[in-house]
């Protein structure tokens, strides 16, 4: 009896070291989980399942390989597509034999096909939509199950967007002097009969420029010149449809496309009334409502150059001081290329283009399990489902019960190397101890064996 508890307990000691070893191996592991041995007593009964009132046991047995999904250290990387889980979830990824398997080891690359993938080539799933004809993907609105698929990032870059509107968001200065408007009929080749003169700044009191774009992204110059044509009281009438506001002084605003004079034009004159507010704005196309911030303009008549566009001037203040641009914006860009990847705490994939736009690519799914002990180690830090783990639960970093990413961060073994090798020295001492107990069991049946 004592000789088959000592081989049990061998056997015991043994497995809980490798587990041990296993352990202190992969304790630098990107993503590995701690393991601990579970161990049962063993006893014996007859064929007609009798007990004695003494029972004696046969050993101990390892009973399970129980893994601890406790949250392990976060050490930044250099990577932008390396991520960590702070929180509850895993990693859902696509093998290349076929079916899917979960990870904690976030470091990922890019593949020559533009997918996500792990070292060994598997691909990151996520949420993203793709455009069929186009290629172009983008992240969903609403996280589906249509949506889920390995993420892809793409090769081709981004058009060309026309410049369609522009907002101008500045002060014009209320201690501006008056410029009278020049008599005499507009001649094209006689500057002194022009309403300004680009490049004489005593025929206009301001002037600024801002890049604007064509329909094939080709980049251009739109300058802006006002001029403040009166500075006198003009009473308003309440009573009118729809109600005309005092105006205290009038600008008038003028554009000119890459500086060239055959597109130049008067756009609009604004009125500010006594608090240094828009008033009144009238377009050259026609009269907005009162208090209305943006009109329809033309830029001039050159086939080659923007020509027509929405400009927003409710931004536009009268105060003391100078003249001077607060915020000019408009939403045109050219060609771009992609320049680089970052993911937010949420797990939305944004890529950077070499134009300035950003955009949204993909979202990052995490997946959960109701019994974390229930999945399947296969190997490479994955995991797969089984009856006990429950099924795959899928959704966004964030929501639910799911945690969040940590984007050039990677989460490291949970392994802590001080415990792992005292637990090492315990489990030697039983191996030295149960080998001891069948060496004297062994000396003891050599004893009988040599009586006389």
Do not use: C
């Amino acid at each position: 009896m004592a000789f088959q508890q000592g081989l049990s307990g061998l056997n015991s000691s043994s497995k809980a070291l490798d587990v041990i070893s296993n352990n202190v191996a992969n304790a630098s592991t990107v993503g590995f989980k701690n393991s601990s041995t579970v161990f049962a007593d063993a006893y014996a009964s007859s064929l007609t399942g009798a007990v004695s009132k003494v029972q004696i046991g046969i050993g101990s047995a390892v009973q399970a390989v129980r893994q601890a999904f406790t949250q392990g250290n976060i050490t930044t990387t250099s990577n932008p597509l390396d991520m960590a889980i702070n929180g509850n979830g895993f990693f859902e990824v696509e093998l290349q034999s076929g079916g899917y398997a979960l990870t904690r080891n976030g470091q990922f690359n890019i593949d020559k096909q533009g997918y996500i993938i792990t070292s060994l080539g598997d691909r990151l799933m996520g949420y993203q939509e793709v455009e069929p004809a186009s290629g172009d993907v983008q992240a969903p609105a609403n996280v589906t199950a249509d949506a889920f698929r390995a993420m892809i990032v793409p090769s081709n870059g981004v058009g060309a967007v026309e410049t369609t509107k522009v907002g101008l968001s500045l002060n014009l200065s209320a201690n501006a002097e008056k410029v009278n408007a020049p008599t005499g009929t507009f001649d094209p080749a006689d500057r002194k009969t022009w309403p300004i003169d680009p490049d004489d700044s005593d025929t206009y009191n301001y002037s600024t420029a801002l890049k604007v774009f064509d329909s094939l992204g080709k980049e251009h110059s739109l300058s802006f010149y006002f001029v403040r044509r009166t500075d006198t009281y003009t009473p308003g009438d309440a009573a009118a449809s729809p109600p005309v506001a005092p105006v205290y002084s009038e600008w008038e605003a003028y554009t000119i496309v890459d500086n060239v004079a055959s597109t130049l034009a008067l756009n609009a004159t604004v009125g500010f009334d006594g608090l240094g507010r828009v008033a009144k704005l009238t377009s050259t196309t026609g009269t907005p409502p009162t208090n209305s911030s943006s009109f329809s303009a033309i830029l001039g008549g050159d086939a080659d150059k923007p020509t027509v566009m929405t400009i927003a001037m409710g931004g536009i203040t009268q105060y003391g001081g100078e003249s001077s641009p607060r915020e000019l914006t408009q939403n045109g860009s050219a060609p771009g290329e992609i320049a680089g990847l970052s993911i937010s705490r949420n797990g939305t994939v944004q890529a950077r283009y070499t134009n300035g736009i950003t955009k949204d690519i993909a979202i990052v799914n995490l997946t959960t399990v109701r019994n974390n002990n229930g999945l399947a180690p296969v190997g490479s830090n994955y995991w797969v489902e089984t009856p006990e783990s429950g099924g795959f639960a899928r959704g966004e970093p964030g929501s639910g019960l799911n945690g969040v990413i940590s984007a050039g961060q990677v989460e490291e073994s949970n392994i802590d190397l001080t415990q792992e090798l005292v637990q090492m020295i315990v489990q030697q001492r039983n191996y030295q101890a149960n080998a001891q107990s069948i060496k004297t069991q062994d000396q003891i049946l050599q004893t009988l064996v040599n009586l006389r």
